[in-house]
Protein backbone atom coordinates (compact mmCIF):
# COMPACT_ATOMS: atom_id res chain seq x y z
CA UNK A 1 0.00 0.00 0.00
CA UNK A 2 1.31 3.52 -0.25
CA UNK A 3 1.39 4.76 3.27
CA UNK A 4 2.24 7.59 4.66
CA UNK A 5 5.61 6.27 6.23
CA UNK A 6 6.57 9.43 8.57
CA UNK A 7 3.21 9.22 10.87
CA UNK A 8 2.88 5.17 11.38
CA UNK A 9 6.41 4.94 13.55
CA UNK A 10 6.48 7.89 15.23
CA UNK A 11 2.93 9.70 16.12
CA UNK A 12 2.58 12.51 16.74
CA UNK A 13 0.46 13.48 20.04
CA UNK A 14 -2.73 14.71 19.81
CA UNK A 15 -3.66 18.27 21.03
CA UNK A 16 -6.10 18.49 23.43
CA UNK A 17 -8.08 21.19 22.14
CA UNK A 18 -8.41 22.18 18.67
CA UNK A 19 -11.54 24.19 16.99
CA UNK A 20 -12.39 21.62 14.37
CA UNK A 21 -11.79 17.40 14.46
CA UNK A 22 -12.41 15.59 11.20
CA UNK A 23 -12.76 12.04 11.67
CA UNK A 24 -11.57 10.00 8.80
CA UNK A 25 -9.01 10.44 6.13
CA UNK A 26 -10.61 9.34 3.24
CA UNK A 27 -10.98 11.93 0.35
CA UNK A 28 -14.31 13.81 2.41
CA UNK A 29 -12.45 14.17 5.83
CA UNK A 30 -8.71 15.01 3.23
CA UNK A 31 -11.48 17.76 1.42
CA UNK A 32 -12.74 18.79 4.92
CA UNK A 33 -9.37 19.19 6.51
CA UNK A 34 -8.02 21.34 3.64
CA UNK A 35 -10.26 23.79 3.15
CA UNK A 36 -10.82 24.31 6.90
CA UNK A 37 -7.13 24.63 7.39
CA UNK A 38 -6.77 26.60 3.94
CA UNK A 39 -8.88 29.55 5.86
CA UNK A 40 -7.21 29.39 9.28
CA UNK A 41 -9.40 27.29 11.21
CA UNK A 42 -7.24 24.71 13.32
CA UNK A 43 -8.15 21.44 12.33
CA UNK A 44 -6.73 17.34 12.80
CA UNK A 45 -7.48 14.33 11.05
CA UNK A 46 -8.35 11.47 12.77
CA UNK A 47 -7.57 8.37 10.97
CA UNK A 48 -7.90 5.09 12.50
CA UNK A 49 -6.22 2.93 9.68
CA UNK A 50 -2.27 3.24 9.27
CA UNK A 51 -2.81 5.50 5.75
CA UNK A 52 -5.12 7.94 4.22
CA UNK A 53 -7.55 6.97 1.16
CA UNK A 54 -9.71 4.88 2.65
CA UNK A 55 -11.77 3.51 -0.06
CA UNK A 56 -9.00 4.69 -2.40
CA UNK A 57 -5.64 2.74 -2.01
CA UNK A 58 -3.11 2.08 -4.66
CA UNK A 59 -0.08 -0.26 -4.54
CA UNK A 60 3.19 -0.20 -6.03
CA UNK A 61 3.78 -3.83 -7.36
CA UNK A 62 7.15 -5.61 -8.71
CA UNK A 63 8.56 -3.48 -11.51
CA UNK A 64 6.95 -0.64 -10.20
CA UNK A 65 3.53 -1.48 -11.37
CA UNK A 66 1.12 0.80 -9.86
CA UNK A 67 -2.58 -1.30 -9.08
CA UNK A 68 -5.42 0.43 -7.78
CA UNK A 69 -7.48 -1.91 -5.38
CA UNK A 70 -10.49 0.69 -5.10
CA UNK A 71 -11.40 3.87 -6.55
CA UNK A 72 -9.58 4.72 -9.78
CA UNK A 73 -11.38 6.72 -12.06
CA UNK A 74 -12.23 9.94 -12.38
CA UNK A 75 -15.13 11.76 -15.63
CA UNK A 76 -14.33 14.59 -17.13
CA UNK A 77 -17.29 16.36 -15.36
CA UNK A 78 -15.75 15.04 -11.58
CA UNK A 79 -14.47 18.85 -11.29
CA UNK A 80 -14.10 18.43 -7.69
CA UNK A 81 -11.50 15.65 -8.09
CA UNK A 82 -10.08 17.27 -11.14
CA UNK A 83 -9.53 20.60 -9.66
CA UNK A 84 -7.89 18.99 -6.59
CA UNK A 85 -5.79 16.76 -8.87
CA UNK A 86 -4.09 19.83 -10.59
CA UNK A 87 -3.96 21.64 -7.45
CA UNK A 88 -1.36 18.93 -6.09
CA UNK A 89 0.01 18.17 -9.73
CA UNK A 90 -1.17 14.67 -10.05
CA UNK A 91 -1.35 13.62 -13.67
CA UNK A 92 -3.56 11.48 -15.24
CA UNK A 93 -3.90 9.56 -18.38
CA UNK A 94 -6.89 8.43 -20.77
CA UNK A 95 -8.64 4.89 -19.65
CA UNK A 96 -7.20 2.10 -22.97
CA UNK A 97 -10.58 2.33 -24.90
CA UNK A 98 -9.27 1.18 -28.32
CA UNK A 99 -10.22 -1.70 -30.05
CA UNK A 100 -12.93 -4.24 -29.65
CA UNK A 101 -14.53 -5.08 -26.85
CA UNK A 102 -16.09 -8.56 -25.61
CA UNK A 103 -19.58 -9.49 -24.61
CA UNK A 104 -19.22 -13.42 -23.02
CA UNK A 105 -23.05 -14.86 -22.46
CA UNK A 106 -23.76 -17.88 -20.27
CA UNK A 107 -23.68 -20.01 -23.15
CA UNK A 108 -19.96 -19.26 -24.26
CA UNK A 109 -21.25 -17.30 -27.02
CA UNK A 110 -18.87 -13.66 -27.54
CA UNK A 111 -19.51 -10.70 -29.21
CA UNK A 112 -17.12 -8.47 -30.36
CA UNK A 113 -18.29 -4.33 -30.88
CA UNK A 114 -16.72 -1.19 -30.53
CA UNK A 115 -18.45 1.63 -29.10
CA UNK A 116 -21.32 1.67 -26.18
CA UNK A 117 -22.77 -1.75 -26.88
CA UNK A 118 -22.89 -3.92 -30.31
CA UNK A 119 -26.00 -2.48 -32.03
CA UNK A 120 -27.50 -5.80 -33.04
CA UNK A 121 -27.14 -7.46 -29.60
CA UNK A 122 -29.54 -9.31 -28.30
CA UNK A 123 -31.90 -6.97 -25.74
CA UNK A 124 -29.72 -3.99 -27.43
CA UNK A 125 -32.94 -1.96 -28.27
CA UNK A 126 -34.87 -2.59 -24.86
CA UNK A 127 -32.22 -2.30 -22.87
CA UNK A 128 -31.26 1.81 -24.38
CA UNK A 129 -34.91 2.38 -24.67
CA UNK A 130 -35.15 1.84 -20.48
CA UNK A 131 -32.02 3.84 -20.04
CA UNK A 132 -33.78 6.49 -21.69
CA UNK A 133 -36.91 6.05 -19.34
CA UNK A 134 -34.58 5.98 -16.42
CA UNK A 135 -33.15 9.37 -17.28
CA UNK A 136 -36.23 10.95 -18.48
CA UNK A 137 -37.26 9.77 -14.40
CA UNK A 138 -34.33 10.61 -13.10
CA UNK A 139 -34.76 14.48 -14.81
CA UNK A 140 -37.26 14.81 -11.95
CA UNK A 141 -35.07 14.99 -8.85
CA UNK A 142 -33.56 17.75 -7.27
CA UNK A 143 -30.08 16.37 -6.08
CA UNK A 144 -30.05 19.20 -2.96
CA UNK A 145 -33.57 18.12 -2.03
CA UNK A 146 -34.47 14.69 -2.93
CA UNK A 147 -37.01 13.90 -0.73
CA UNK A 148 -39.16 16.79 -2.57
CA UNK A 149 -39.29 14.79 -5.11
CA UNK A 150 -43.37 14.32 -5.68
CA UNK A 151 -43.18 10.50 -6.58
CA UNK A 152 -40.58 9.65 -3.69
CA UNK A 153 -42.96 7.46 -2.09
CA UNK A 154 -43.82 5.51 -5.38
CA UNK A 155 -40.01 5.20 -6.30
CA UNK A 156 -38.35 4.56 -3.05
CA UNK A 157 -41.26 1.65 -2.28
CA UNK A 158 -40.53 -0.53 -5.45
CA UNK A 159 -37.05 -2.31 -6.02
CA UNK A 160 -35.20 -1.65 -9.10
CA UNK A 161 -35.97 -5.67 -10.07
CA UNK A 162 -39.12 -5.46 -9.67
CA UNK A 163 -39.67 -2.08 -12.11
CA UNK A 164 -37.25 -4.20 -14.48
CA UNK A 165 -39.59 -6.89 -14.71
CA UNK A 166 -42.63 -4.55 -15.01
CA UNK A 167 -41.44 -2.36 -17.68
CA UNK A 168 -38.58 -4.25 -19.94
CA UNK A 169 -40.23 -7.78 -21.55
CA UNK A 170 -36.70 -8.55 -23.03
CA UNK A 171 -35.35 -11.29 -20.67
CA UNK A 172 -31.55 -10.57 -22.12
CA UNK A 173 -32.07 -6.36 -21.60
CA UNK A 174 -33.03 -7.61 -18.15
CA UNK A 175 -29.68 -9.66 -18.09
CA UNK A 176 -27.88 -6.22 -19.53
CA UNK A 177 -29.86 -4.04 -16.87
CA UNK A 178 -28.70 -6.48 -14.09
CA UNK A 179 -25.58 -5.92 -14.93
CA UNK A 180 -25.46 -2.59 -15.35
CA UNK A 181 -26.86 -2.45 -11.76
CA UNK A 182 -24.29 -4.78 -10.56
CA UNK A 183 -21.22 -2.66 -11.51
CA UNK A 184 -22.15 0.70 -10.88
CA UNK A 185 -23.83 -0.24 -7.72
CA UNK A 186 -22.18 -3.51 -6.85
CA UNK A 187 -25.18 -4.85 -5.65
CA UNK A 188 -28.15 -6.84 -6.92
CA UNK A 189 -31.07 -5.00 -8.59
CA UNK A 190 -32.83 -6.93 -5.80
CA UNK A 191 -31.58 -4.82 -2.61
CA UNK A 192 -31.64 -1.44 -4.62
CA UNK A 193 -34.62 0.77 -4.17
CA UNK A 194 -35.57 2.35 -7.49
CA UNK A 195 -35.99 5.75 -6.10
CA UNK A 196 -31.78 5.64 -4.87
CA UNK A 197 -31.02 4.77 -8.92
CA UNK A 198 -33.07 7.45 -9.97
CA UNK A 199 -30.99 9.72 -7.90
CA UNK A 200 -27.51 8.43 -7.98
CA UNK A 201 -28.09 8.88 -12.30
CA UNK A 202 -29.30 12.65 -11.54
CA UNK A 203 -26.26 13.01 -8.97
CA UNK A 204 -24.11 11.98 -11.79
CA UNK A 205 -25.79 13.86 -14.71
CA UNK A 206 -27.00 10.77 -16.69
CA UNK A 207 -27.55 6.72 -17.00
CA UNK A 208 -24.42 6.96 -19.61
CA UNK A 209 -22.25 8.98 -17.49
CA UNK A 210 -21.85 6.26 -15.17
CA UNK A 211 -22.07 3.36 -17.60
CA UNK A 212 -19.33 4.78 -20.62
CA UNK A 213 -15.50 5.60 -20.52
CA UNK A 214 -14.83 8.41 -23.39
CA UNK A 215 -16.45 11.51 -21.83
CA UNK A 216 -17.97 9.89 -18.85
CA UNK A 217 -16.96 8.09 -15.58
CA UNK A 218 -14.54 5.47 -16.65
CA UNK A 219 -13.09 8.14 -19.03
CA UNK A 220 -9.31 8.64 -16.72
CA UNK A 221 -6.83 7.25 -14.37
CA UNK A 222 -3.98 8.48 -12.23
CA UNK A 223 -0.93 7.98 -13.74
CA UNK A 224 0.67 7.29 -9.68
CA UNK A 225 -2.37 6.00 -8.62
CA UNK A 226 -5.91 7.48 -7.47
CA UNK A 227 -4.36 7.75 -3.49
CA UNK A 228 -1.51 9.90 -5.00
CA UNK A 229 -3.74 13.53 -4.55
CA UNK A 230 -4.65 11.90 -1.12
CA UNK A 231 -1.18 11.23 0.00
CA UNK A 232 -0.30 14.61 -1.39
CA UNK A 233 -3.13 16.57 0.75
CA UNK A 234 -1.81 14.28 3.72
CA UNK A 235 1.97 15.86 3.75
CA UNK A 236 0.43 19.39 3.03
CA UNK A 237 -1.35 19.16 6.19
CA UNK A 238 1.63 17.25 8.13
CA UNK A 239 1.24 16.89 11.58
CA UNK A 240 -2.83 17.50 11.62
CA UNK A 241 -3.11 14.31 9.88
CA UNK A 242 -3.01 11.46 12.84
CA UNK A 243 -3.41 7.75 11.43
CA UNK A 244 -3.88 4.60 13.75
CA UNK A 245 -5.86 6.68 15.92
CA UNK A 246 -9.66 5.33 15.79
CA UNK A 247 -12.89 7.22 17.17
CA UNK A 248 -14.99 5.31 19.17
CA UNK A 249 -17.27 7.40 21.10
CA UNK A 250 -18.29 11.05 20.43
CA UNK A 251 -19.79 13.15 23.47
CA UNK A 252 -21.59 16.70 23.35
CA UNK A 253 -20.34 18.50 26.24
CA UNK A 254 -21.64 22.04 27.80
CA UNK A 255 -19.36 23.84 25.22
CA UNK A 256 -18.33 21.62 22.40
CA UNK A 257 -17.49 17.96 21.70
CA UNK A 258 -15.14 14.96 23.56
CA UNK A 259 -13.72 12.75 21.22
CA UNK A 260 -12.64 9.78 22.33
CA UNK A 261 -10.02 8.00 20.33
CA UNK A 262 -7.42 4.48 20.73
CA UNK A 263 -4.72 7.11 21.04
CA UNK A 264 -6.24 9.18 24.04
CA UNK A 265 -9.07 12.09 24.11
CA UNK A 266 -9.52 15.34 22.14
CA UNK A 267 -11.69 18.18 22.78
CA UNK A 268 -13.22 20.52 20.12
CA UNK A 269 -15.69 22.88 18.92
CA UNK A 270 -17.27 20.76 15.80
CA UNK A 271 -16.87 17.40 14.31
CA UNK A 272 -17.20 16.83 11.15
CA UNK A 273 -17.70 12.58 10.59
CA UNK A 274 -16.02 11.84 7.15
CA UNK A 275 -17.05 8.15 7.52
CA UNK A 276 -19.06 5.48 5.18
CA UNK A 277 -22.42 4.16 7.08
CA UNK A 278 -20.76 1.37 7.83
CA UNK A 279 -18.45 2.37 10.00
CA UNK A 280 -20.36 5.36 11.43
CA UNK A 281 -22.08 2.39 13.06
CA UNK A 282 -19.20 1.68 15.31
CA UNK A 283 -18.86 5.01 16.59
CA UNK A 284 -20.93 5.51 19.90
CA UNK A 285 -22.66 8.92 20.86
CA UNK A 286 -23.75 10.88 23.72
CA UNK A 287 -26.41 12.26 23.39
CA UNK A 288 -27.80 9.40 21.15
CA UNK A 289 -27.68 10.40 17.43
CA UNK A 290 -31.34 11.19 16.10
CA UNK A 291 -33.34 8.94 15.26
CA UNK A 292 -33.55 9.61 11.26
CA UNK A 293 -29.61 9.74 11.30
CA UNK A 294 -29.24 6.03 12.87
CA UNK A 295 -32.34 4.58 11.19
CA UNK A 296 -30.60 6.15 7.58
CA UNK A 297 -26.76 4.53 8.96
CA UNK A 298 -28.20 0.88 9.72
CA UNK A 299 -30.38 1.19 6.61
CA UNK A 300 -27.35 1.83 4.39
CA UNK A 301 -25.75 -1.08 3.60
CA UNK A 302 -21.86 -1.03 1.87
CA UNK A 303 -21.94 -3.14 -1.60
CA UNK A 304 -20.07 -6.21 -2.39
CA UNK A 305 -17.42 -6.02 -4.77
CA UNK A 306 -13.79 -7.13 -5.36
CA UNK A 307 -11.28 -5.31 -8.02
CA UNK A 308 -8.76 -8.36 -8.85
CA UNK A 309 -5.60 -7.42 -11.15
CA UNK A 310 -3.93 -9.63 -13.32
CA UNK A 311 -0.02 -8.19 -14.15
CA UNK A 312 1.25 -9.75 -17.46
CA UNK A 313 4.37 -8.68 -19.37
CA UNK A 314 2.62 -6.66 -21.93
CA UNK A 315 -1.00 -6.06 -23.22
CA UNK A 316 -0.77 -8.51 -25.47
CA UNK A 317 -4.72 -8.59 -26.55
CA UNK A 318 -4.43 -4.95 -27.68
CA UNK A 319 -1.81 -7.10 -30.31
CA UNK A 320 -4.99 -9.09 -31.69
CA UNK A 321 -6.88 -5.50 -31.90
CA UNK A 322 -8.93 -6.04 -28.41
CA UNK A 323 -9.36 -3.17 -25.75
CA UNK A 324 -8.99 -5.69 -22.81
CA UNK A 325 -13.03 -4.62 -21.78
CA UNK A 326 -15.60 -7.35 -21.65
CA UNK A 327 -18.93 -7.71 -20.15
CA UNK A 328 -19.60 -11.19 -18.87
CA UNK A 329 -23.33 -12.13 -18.26
CA UNK A 330 -24.04 -15.44 -16.25
CA UNK A 331 -22.41 -17.35 -13.61
CA UNK A 332 -19.22 -17.04 -14.26
CA UNK A 333 -17.42 -14.61 -11.39
CA UNK A 334 -15.85 -11.87 -13.21
CA UNK A 335 -18.54 -9.23 -14.19
CA UNK A 336 -16.53 -7.02 -16.31
CA UNK A 337 -12.94 -7.01 -17.35
CA UNK A 338 -10.96 -3.63 -18.15
CA UNK A 339 -7.23 -2.82 -19.26
CA UNK A 340 -5.44 -1.19 -15.94
CA UNK A 341 -2.09 -1.29 -17.99
CA UNK A 342 0.23 1.70 -16.98
CA UNK A 343 0.78 4.48 -19.27
CA UNK A 344 3.43 3.63 -21.28
CA UNK A 345 2.25 0.23 -21.46
CA UNK A 346 5.68 -1.35 -20.24
CA UNK A 347 3.26 -4.03 -18.52
CA UNK A 348 -0.01 -5.34 -19.51
CA UNK A 349 -2.97 -5.46 -16.54
CA UNK A 350 -6.34 -6.55 -16.76
CA UNK A 351 -8.96 -5.83 -13.80
CA UNK A 352 -11.94 -8.01 -12.65
CA UNK A 353 -14.70 -7.10 -11.00
CA UNK A 354 -16.60 -9.32 -8.91
CA UNK A 355 -20.17 -8.34 -7.57
CA UNK A 356 -23.17 -9.19 -5.65
CA UNK A 357 -24.33 -13.08 -5.21
CA UNK A 358 -21.19 -13.63 -7.40
CA UNK A 359 -18.70 -11.85 -5.11
CA UNK A 360 -20.06 -13.77 -2.02
CA UNK A 361 -19.92 -17.29 -3.57
CA UNK A 362 -16.68 -16.19 -5.08
CA UNK A 363 -15.21 -14.86 -2.34
CA UNK A 364 -16.28 -18.38 -0.39
CA UNK A 365 -13.55 -20.21 -2.46
CA UNK A 366 -10.14 -21.15 -1.54
CA UNK A 367 -7.36 -18.99 -2.65
CA UNK A 368 -6.65 -21.52 -5.65
CA UNK A 369 -9.67 -21.64 -6.54
CA UNK A 370 -10.71 -17.99 -6.48
CA UNK A 371 -7.82 -17.17 -8.77
CA UNK A 372 -8.54 -20.58 -11.22
CA UNK A 373 -12.37 -18.82 -11.28
CA UNK A 374 -10.35 -15.31 -12.61
CA UNK A 375 -7.76 -16.84 -14.89
CA UNK A 376 -10.11 -19.24 -16.56
CA UNK A 377 -12.25 -16.47 -17.75
CA UNK A 378 -9.45 -14.24 -18.54
CA UNK A 379 -8.51 -17.29 -21.05
CA UNK A 380 -11.73 -17.83 -22.11
CA UNK A 381 -11.76 -14.14 -22.84
CA UNK A 382 -8.33 -13.72 -24.19
CA UNK A 383 -6.58 -16.72 -25.49
CA UNK A 384 -3.97 -18.71 -23.48
CA UNK A 385 -1.45 -15.79 -22.96
CA UNK A 386 -3.56 -14.73 -20.31
CA UNK A 387 -3.33 -18.20 -18.20
CA UNK A 388 0.18 -17.05 -17.12
CA UNK A 389 0.07 -13.50 -15.53
CA UNK A 390 3.70 -12.42 -13.54
CA UNK A 391 1.54 -11.15 -10.91
CA UNK A 392 -1.85 -11.21 -9.58
CA UNK A 393 -3.35 -9.67 -6.74
CA UNK A 394 -7.18 -9.46 -4.96
CA UNK A 395 -8.93 -6.76 -2.85
CA UNK A 396 -12.47 -8.14 -1.18
CA UNK A 397 -13.66 -5.30 -0.05
CA UNK A 398 -16.53 -6.74 2.12
CA UNK A 399 -13.59 -8.10 4.32
CA UNK A 400 -11.95 -4.57 4.40
CA UNK A 401 -11.59 -3.87 8.40
CA UNK A 402 -12.51 -0.16 7.84
CA UNK A 403 -14.90 -0.04 5.10
CA UNK A 404 -16.81 -2.97 5.22
CA UNK A 405 -17.69 -2.90 1.39
CA UNK A 406 -17.98 -0.85 -1.44
CA UNK A 407 -18.01 1.20 -3.47
CA UNK A 408 -20.44 2.98 -0.99
CA UNK A 409 -23.79 2.57 0.47
CA UNK A 410 -26.81 2.69 -0.68
CA UNK A 411 -29.98 3.11 0.90
CA UNK A 412 -32.40 0.28 1.54
CA UNK A 413 -36.10 0.64 -0.27
CA UNK A 414 -38.11 2.90 1.79
CA UNK A 415 -34.87 4.54 3.57
CA UNK A 416 -34.88 7.97 1.89
CA UNK A 417 -38.32 8.26 1.80
CA UNK A 418 -38.76 7.52 5.22
CA UNK A 419 -35.60 8.84 6.80
CA UNK A 420 -33.87 11.15 3.83
CA UNK A 421 -34.76 14.13 4.91
CA UNK A 422 -33.51 14.26 8.16
CA UNK A 423 -30.97 11.59 8.17
CA UNK A 424 -29.11 12.47 4.84
CA UNK A 425 -27.18 14.52 6.32
CA UNK A 426 -28.49 17.39 8.73
CA UNK A 427 -26.01 18.16 10.61
CA UNK A 428 -26.72 16.95 14.67
CA UNK A 429 -25.70 19.65 16.96
CA UNK A 430 -22.12 20.37 16.78
CA UNK A 431 -21.75 16.92 14.07
CA UNK A 432 -21.37 18.03 10.68
CA UNK A 433 -21.46 15.13 8.03
CA UNK A 434 -19.26 14.27 5.43
CA UNK A 435 -18.41 11.19 2.82
CA UNK A 436 -19.30 10.14 -0.51
CA UNK A 437 -23.03 9.07 0.18
CA UNK A 438 -23.93 12.43 1.78
CA UNK A 439 -22.95 14.36 -1.66
CA UNK A 440 -25.08 16.10 -3.94
CA UNK A 441 -22.89 15.54 -6.92
CA UNK A 442 -21.21 12.36 -8.24
CA UNK A 443 -22.60 10.37 -5.00
CA UNK A 444 -21.10 7.73 -4.39
CA UNK A 445 -17.86 8.47 -6.22
CA UNK A 446 -14.71 9.89 -5.32
CA UNK A 447 -15.66 13.41 -6.42
CA UNK A 448 -18.26 13.10 -4.49
CA UNK A 449 -16.52 12.88 -1.30
CA UNK A 450 -14.61 15.74 -1.90
CA UNK A 451 -17.59 17.88 -2.93
CA UNK A 452 -19.15 16.75 0.61
CA UNK A 453 -16.18 17.67 2.42
CA UNK A 454 -15.70 21.03 1.37
CA UNK A 455 -19.64 21.09 2.41
CA UNK A 456 -19.13 19.75 5.55
CA UNK A 457 -16.36 22.69 6.19
CA UNK A 458 -18.86 25.37 4.54
CA UNK A 459 -20.98 24.48 7.78
CA UNK A 460 -18.25 24.97 10.06
CA UNK A 461 -17.17 28.36 8.72
CA UNK A 462 -20.82 28.83 9.05
CA UNK A 463 -21.17 27.85 12.44
CA UNK A 464 -17.78 29.12 13.56
CA UNK A 465 -18.53 32.43 12.46
CA UNK A 466 -21.74 33.22 14.35
C1 LIG B 1 -13.55 -1.25 -5.43
C2 LIG B 1 -13.95 0.18 -5.52
C3 LIG B 1 -13.92 0.82 -6.73
C4 LIG B 1 -14.30 2.16 -6.84
N1 LIG B 1 -14.16 2.80 -8.04
C5 LIG B 1 -14.32 4.14 -8.10
C6 LIG B 1 -13.89 4.87 -9.23
O1 LIG B 1 -13.32 4.30 -10.17
N2 LIG B 1 -14.10 6.22 -9.25
C7 LIG B 1 -14.67 6.87 -8.19
O2 LIG B 1 -14.83 8.09 -8.26
N3 LIG B 1 -15.07 6.19 -7.08
C8 LIG B 1 -14.87 4.86 -6.99
N4 LIG B 1 -15.15 4.18 -5.85
C9 LIG B 1 -15.83 4.90 -4.75
C10 LIG B 1 -14.87 5.84 -4.00
O3 LIG B 1 -13.66 5.17 -3.76
C11 LIG B 1 -15.53 6.26 -2.69
O4 LIG B 1 -16.79 6.83 -2.92
C12 LIG B 1 -14.71 7.34 -1.96
O5 LIG B 1 -13.34 7.03 -1.95
C13 LIG B 1 -15.24 7.47 -0.54
O6 LIG B 1 -14.49 8.45 0.17
P1 LIG B 1 -14.94 8.86 1.63
O7 LIG B 1 -13.91 9.78 2.14
O8 LIG B 1 -16.35 9.29 1.62
O9 LIG B 1 -14.93 7.50 2.49
P2 LIG B 1 -13.72 6.51 2.79
O10 LIG B 1 -12.77 6.50 1.67
O11 LIG B 1 -14.32 5.21 3.18
O12 LIG B 1 -12.97 7.17 4.04
C14 LIG B 1 -13.39 6.96 5.36
C15 LIG B 1 -12.13 6.86 6.24
O13 LIG B 1 -12.53 6.74 7.59
C16 LIG B 1 -11.68 5.80 8.25
N5 LIG B 1 -12.37 5.32 9.44
C17 LIG B 1 -13.36 4.39 9.53
N6 LIG B 1 -13.77 4.26 10.80
C18 LIG B 1 -13.04 5.14 11.54
C19 LIG B 1 -13.02 5.50 12.92
N7 LIG B 1 -13.84 4.93 13.82
N8 LIG B 1 -12.14 6.44 13.33
C20 LIG B 1 -11.30 7.04 12.43
N9 LIG B 1 -11.27 6.74 11.13
C21 LIG B 1 -12.15 5.81 10.68
C22 LIG B 1 -11.42 4.77 7.18
O14 LIG B 1 -10.27 3.99 7.46
C23 LIG B 1 -11.28 5.64 5.93
O15 LIG B 1 -9.95 6.04 5.74
C24 LIG B 1 -14.76 2.85 -5.70
C25 LIG B 1 -14.77 2.21 -4.46
C26 LIG B 1 -14.36 0.89 -4.36
C27 LIG B 1 -14.36 0.24 -3.01
New binding site residues.
Given amino acids: MLVMTNTKDHPTALPAHVRTVV???????LSAALSLHDDGIDTVI????GR?????CSERRRDGVVVDH?????GPT?KHLLALAERFDRPTFPTYNTGEHIELWPDGAQRRYTGAGPDDGPGMDEYLAAADRIDELARTIDIDDPTATPDIEKWDSETVHSYFERTVANEDARRRLALAVEGVWSIEPRDLSLFHLLFYVASAGGFDQLMETEGC?QERRFRDGAQSTALAVAEHLGDRVHVN???RHVEHTTDGVRIETTRGTILADTVVM???PS?TQ??TFTPPLPVSRTRWVERSPMGD?A?VHAVFDTPFWRADGLSGQATIYGDRAVGVVFDNSPEDAGHGVLVCFVYGDRQRSWSALSDDDRRTAIIDTLVELFGDRAASPIDYTEKI?PQDR??RG???ASPTPGTWFAHGHDGWRAPADRIHWA??ETASIWN??????IS?GARAAEEIRKRLSR
Wanted: hydrophobic content about 45%.
Fill in positions: VGAGYAGLEGSVGGRVGGQWVQATAVALPARVVKWWAGYAGSGYIDGAS
